[in-house]
């Protein structure tokens, strides 16, 4: 068994070695296809950053009846948090919004003046409600309009935001939907041309292949070395494109970070880096190796 | 050894390769096959190494009917015979060295057997100065001894060379056969096809003549007659 492999191997070696242009072209489309991939998922992670960020810029704003309570006002709060489709809500009090208001705008005394007129915190206290995922402010909008509520929201700041959100939901599933579709597609375009030239190339040693059997090599002694040369060209692919991934995330990870605000590419490719290497290499030597297998059955029939 | 038993091997939809051929090769026997171009000769040689079925009737080897072989027998009975080609046939990827190397780790042989057969067989068909070098870079000659040294290799019961000095000058013909009687004369069966005359004369051994398919002469000590 020992020398089998030991056999296999050094066969399989010579043949990628001695194979010269067509092991080059397997490599060549082997990189093409697991950087891909690869990119595929980083993208994929790209806009899985960019929708949390717009995610994070919605909520509802409530404007709370100015005679409430204290008690009342952490009443609704806590009544709100305890809804499941609720993820925070945060309370600005009428004297927060008015040191806000004042902060923003120092610098415009006019504003500030009209604000001395008339006398009183013209502001009303608020409640900022963030939810889980965007789809779900119809049904916290549908409670906060409900008779229950009527006494203590003065007014539900949402209609002007509506149509922003809802079209935003849309757009987040759908691009979803379309990289899924995407990926899908480019994976399989991939795959068929990586599995075409493996097929190329072992139609190329299909004599070779007849020859061997004519000596009476038995079908695992003449399979053996091609699943060892898909192997090779699968690790060989998948450390190339490694190192090109590596390299474009360095020199592109700063430009990336200010065009997305906030999505730092190399340190999302350092936090993954190994489990990425594996996946390259797993997905290098499965297309290798499986269509060596799938080309070479055809010419071990008898 | 070999024995034809009424064979006939039709190619769909009606080529008559071989008609009803009977005859029988007995152990240690140099005996040649000869016939013009398609009288039959590589069919016959293609359904003793069981690269197709025959049509009708049974080809047996050592008293084994080769149809009944199982498929994944196959490698174990082809490594009982060496076989030898017009077209060299040798793997154009592996050196001389390996050509024959190959055939022996085929077979399950050692590292140990294999480096010290190896040059010994080279030596024998005088390549031991050619093994480091590819195909490619051999003289048709010198590639047809590659493959003598390969089918030699294994140590075979039988050896087939089908027309393997068709490609040759009339020198390194000579030179081919010789060294295939050499083989012979060491105790192995030998089935020569060829359609080449100085050959077949020069030998004085059996030979059975082909013609559209049929034995048309077996003679002990046989000449070129067409």
Redesign the interface.
């Known amino acids: 068994m020992f020398t089998y492999l030991r056999r296999t191997t050094r066969f399989g070696w010579y043949n990628f070695w001695r194979g010269g242009s067509l092991s080059l072209a397997t490599v060549f489309v082997l990189i093409v296809t697991i950087s891909l991939m690869a990119s595929l998922l980083i993208a994929q992670g790209g806009v899985k950053h960019l929708i949390v960020q717009i995610q994070d810029k919605i909520d509802i704003s409530v404007y709370l009846k100015s005679d409430l309570t204290q008690e009342e006002v952490l009443k609704t709060q806590e009544k709100l948090s305890d809804m499941p489709e609720v993820q925070t809500v945060i309370m600005v009090s009428k004297e927060d919004a008015l040191i806000e208001f004042k902060e923003k705008h120092k610098n415009d005394p006019v504003l500030l003046e009209s604000l001395e007129i008339v006398g009183v915190n013209p502001f009303y206290g608020s409640l900022n409600i963030r939810a889980t995922t965007p789809d779900q402010y119809a049904a916290i909008l549908t409670v906060l309009n409900s008779s229950a509520m009527e006494n203590v929201v003065h007014k539900v700041d949402y209609v002007e935001k509506k149509t922003v959100i809802e079209r935003l939901s849309k757009f987040i599933s759908n691009v979803n939907a379309f990289g899924l579709f995407l990926a899908i597609a480019l994976g399989v375009v991939a795959i068929l041309v990586t599995f075409n030239t493996i097929r190329v190339a072992i139609y190329d040693s299909s004599k070779e292949i007849s020859i061997m059997r004519l000596v009476g090599a038995s079908n695992s002694f003449i399979r053996g070395p091609f699943i060892v040369q898909g192997i090779i060209a699968g690790t060989i692919a998948a450390t190339i494109s490694f190192l090109i991934l590596f390299l474009v995330t360095y020199f592109s990870g700063d430009r990336v970070e200010s065009i997305t605000n906030g999505f730092n590419l190399f340190s999302w490719f350092g936090a993954r880096a190994i489990g990425l290497f594996f996946l390259q290499l797993a997905t290098g030597i499965v297309l290798g190796v499986v269509s060596s297998l799938v080309a070479i059955r055809k010419y071990l029939t008898v | 050894m070999i024995i034809f038993e009424t064979v006939s091997k039709i190619y769909i939809p009606k080529t008559v390769a071989l008609k009803n051929v009977s005859f029988e090769i007995q152990d240690n026997e140099f005996i040649s096959i000869v016939g013009k171009s398609g009288a039959g000769k590589t069919t016959l040689i293609k359904l003793l190494?069981r690269?197709e079925p025959v049509t009708n009737g049974k080809i047996f080897f050592r008293e084994k009917n080769i149809a009944t072989i199982k498929?994944r027998n196959?490698?174990?009975?082809?490594?009982k015979i060496g076989?030898i080609f017009q077209d060299y046939?040798?793997?154009?990827?592996?050196t001389v060295f390996?050509n024959v190397a190959?055939?022996m780790?085929?077979?399950g042989g050692?590292?140990y057997e294999v480096f010290r057969d190896v040059p010994k067989i080279l030596r024998i068909v005088g390549l031991e100065d050619r093994g480091n070098n590819f195909p490619r870079e051999l003289s048709g000659g010198e590639k047809q001894r590659t493959a003598i040294a390969?089918a030699l290799a294994?140590r075979p019961q039988l050896i087939i060379a089908d027309e393997p000095t068709g490609n040759l000058d009339p020198y390194h013909s000579k030179d081919i056969i010789h060294l295939l009687e050499k083989i012979n004369d060491l105790g192995t069966t030998v089935i020569l096809s060829t359609h080449d005359k100085a050959v077949i004369n020069g030998l004085k051994r059996r030979v059975v003549t082909l013609s559209n398919g049929e034995i048309v002469r077996d003679e002990q000590r046989g000449r070129f007659i067409l």
Not at chain 2, 89 to 94: M, S, T, V, Y
Request: hydrophobic content about 40%.
């Open positions: 190494l690269e498929p196959l490698p174990v009975f082809r490594r076989a046939r040798l793997l154009p990827h592996k390996e190959y055939a780790e085929v077979m050692t590292d390969r294994i």
